[in-house]
C-alpha cells in the first residue's frame, strides 16, 4: 500500500513537472518561463512527498530540454559546474567524511558537557546541550549532531532515572537537540549551502544588494543562541516540567555518557585543521587584511582553494602509517548526493526563474503588490517570513530556502524594500520547520525515533516555538539583519 501511495505521488509530481510542456505562454511570463515554473513545482512536490537523488537528476534534465539553455549537456553544466557546488562536494568530503569519520568533534562536545557550571543547574545544562547539538551541525551536519547528542542525553536521563513517558522533561531535552541540529545546518556558510543560498540571491538582486557571507555567518549565530533561549523560557515558564532529577546530574555522569578513549594524533590534527580552515576563510575578507601578502594569497584562491589546499594536505600528510584523509573513503560516506543535486537543481532553478526576461518576476510582483501595498514594514516582514515557515513544513527546507530568494526579492523592490535582510532572516527560518516530518531530511529522521517520543510530543513544542521564532525573526532578526547585510 505505501510503495502504491509513492508511485502515485511520483506520476503526479512528473505531471506537474510535464504539463508546463503543453501550454502557452501566459500574460507575462514566456512559454519557457511557464515550463520553468512547472518544473519547479513539480520538484518541490516530489522533494517533500518522494525524494531521492532522482528527482534532481530529471528536474536538470528537463529544464534542459525547456529551452532556456542551447543544449541538454548545458543544463547540466550550468547545475554540476557552478562553483558552489564544486565546493559543496569539497566540503562534504574534508568535512563531512574526513571530520565524521575521525570522531574529533565528540571530544569537543565532551570537554563542554563535564564542566562543572553545568552540574546542577538543569536549564544551563539544557542550553548547553542545544549548543552542542547546533555547534555538531554547523561544522560537520545535522544528522552526526542529533546521533551523537541523543545518545549523549539518553545516556545523560538514564543516570538519573529520567524516563519517556514518566517525565515531561525528556521530550524538551531532545527537542533544544532537534532545534540546535537544525538551526545550525546551514551555519557554516562555507560548507557550500549557505553559499549556494547566497549565490541564488545575488544572482536575481544583482550587485545592488549583497549579502556577507561572514555577515550570514554571525547573523545565524546570533539568531540560533536567540532562539534557543527562547525554547528554554518557553519549556520553563509555559510548559513547566518537572526538573528536579536533572539536579542530580554530577560531571561524572556526564564523563559517563560521554566516555571516550584517549585523543589521537590524527583528531587532534582535525580539530587544528577546522579551527584553522575559519581562520584563512574569514580573515583576508575582514577590512585591509586581505592586503597583506599571506592573506591577499588566501583572498585570491577563496574558500574553494584553501579546501583543496586542505583536502591535498590531509591526503599526503600520514600518521601511524595512514593518511589523514583518504579521499576516496571520504567521498564515499561524507558525499550526501541527495542534498549535493538538491542545492545543484535549486540553483539553476531559482537563477532562472530571477531571469526578467521570462517574465516570472513580473508575475509574482503583480500578484504580491496589491497584497503588500500600503502595509508597514514590520507587518510585510512578518508576513513573508509565516509564510516562509508554514511553506518549509511541507517541502525540504533547502530546496525552498532557495526557491523563494526570486519571490523576495521581487516582492521587496516592487515595494521599494532592500531584499538583502529579509533573504537572511529567510535563509535561516526555513531551518527552523519541523512541524512535519516533510520539513527537512533531519525532521524525516527524528519523527521516526518513536523510541524517544511520538510525534505528538514533538509537535506540542514544534509549533509554538515555530510561531515564537516568526516574531523573533520580525522585531529582533530584521533589525539585526538590516545590520549584517551592510546596510
Request: hydrophobic letters at 55%; glycine letters at 8%; a positive charge.
Amino acid at each position: 500500500m505505501k510503495d502504491n501511495k509513492k508511485t502515485m505521488y511520483t506520476l503526479i509530481g512528473m505531471a506537474i513537472m510535464l504539463f508546463g510542456f503543453v501550454l502557452p505562454a501566459m500574460g507575462p511570463v514566456t512559454q519557457v518561463g511557464i515550463r520553468i515554473v512547472f518544473i519547479f513545482v513539480g520538484t518541490l512536490f516530489l522533494w517533500s512527498v518522494v525524494g531521492g537523488p532522482w528527482v534532481s537528476l530529471l528536474a536538470i534534465a528537463l529544464f534542459g530540454l525547456s529551452g532556456y539553455t542551447e543544449t541538454f549537456t548545458a543544463a547540466f553544466s550550468a547545475a554540476i559546474g557552478d562553483e558552489s557546488i564544486v565546493l559543496t562536494m569539497l566540503a562534504f568530503i574534508l568535512f563531512g567524511g574526513g571530520l565524521t569519520a575521525s570522531q574529533s568533534m565528540q571530544y569537543v562536545t565532551r570537554y563542554i558537557l563535564t564542566r562543572k557550571y553545568i552540574a546542577g543547574k538543569p536549564y544551563i545544562m539544557m542550553a548547553t546541550i542545544g549548543i552542542c547539538a547546533y555547534m555538531l551541525a554547523f561544522i560537520v551536519n545535522q544528522m552526526v549532531s542529533v546521533l551523537i547528542m541523543f545518545a549523549v542525553v539518553a545516556g545523560m536521563c538514564k543516570t538519573v532515572e529520567v524516563e519517556h513517558g514518566k517525565d515531561k522533561i525528556w521530550i524538551y531535552m531532545f527537542g533544544i537537540v532537534f532545534l540546535g541540529a537544525g538551526i545550525g545546518q546551514p551555519g557554516f556558510v562555507y560548507k557550500g549551502m549557505g553559499l549556494s543560498m547566497i549565490r541564488v540571491f545575488t544572482s536575481i538582486a544583482g550587485e545592488a544588494y549583497t549579502i556577507s557571507p561572514n555577515g550570514y555567518m554571525l547573523y545565524n549565530m546570533i539568531m540560533s543562541l536567540l532562539l534557543m533561549a527562547a525554547f528554554l523560557i518557553m519549556v520553563k515558564f509555559i510548559f513547566r516540567p518537572d526538573v528536579r532529577k536533572l539536579k542530580n546530574i554530577t560531571v561524572e555522569s556526564m564523563e559517563k555518557a560521554s566516555d571516550l578513549p584517549p585523543i589521537s594524533k590524527s583528531q587532534k590534527c582535525y580539530l587544528w585543521m577546522t579551527l584553522l580552515f575559519l581562520v584563512m576563510a574569514i580573515l583576508p575578507t575582514i577590512g585591509n587584511l586581505g592586503t597583506l601578502p599571506v592573506l591577499s594569497l588566501l583572498k585570491k584562491v577563496g574558500v574553494l582553494g584553501i579546501l583543496v589546499f586542505w583536502i591535498v594536505t590531509f591526503a599526503v600528510v600520514k600518521i601511524e602509517g595512514q593518511p589523514l584523509l583518504n579521499i576516496q573513503k571520504a567521498a564515499g560516506t561524507g558525499i550526501v548526493w541527495n542534498v549535493l543535486l538538491m542545492v545543484a537543481a535549486g540553483l539553476l532553478l531559482g537563477n532562472a526563474i530571477g531571469n526578467t526576461d521570462l517574465g516570472i518576476i513580473i508575475a509574482i510582483k503583480n500578484f504580491l503588490t496589491p497584497v503588500l501595498a500600503g502595509k508597514p514594514t514590520l507587518v510585510i516582514v512578518f508576513i513573508i517570513y509565516l509564510a516562509a515557515l508554514l511553506i518549509t513544513n511541507f517541502a525540504v527546507n533547502v530546496a525552498m530556502a532557495i526557491a523563494l530568494m526570486p519571490v523576495i526579492v521581487a516582492c521587496s523592490t516592487q515595494l521599494g524594500l532592500n531584499p538583502a535582510p529579509i533573504a537572511l532572516g529567510v535563509m535561516m527560518i526555513c531551518f527552523v520547520a519541523m512541524m512535519t516530518p516533510a520539513a527537512s531530511p533531519l525532521a524525516a529522521f527524528c519523527y521516526g525515533e518513536e523510541k524517544y517520543y511520538t510525534s505528538q510530543e514533538i509537535r506540542s513544542y514544534a509549533v509554538p516555538i515555530s510561531f515564537i521564532a516568526v516574531l523573533l525573526f520580525t522585531f529582533i532578526g530584521y533589525p539585526l539583519a538590516m545590520i549584517m547585510a551592510g546596510i
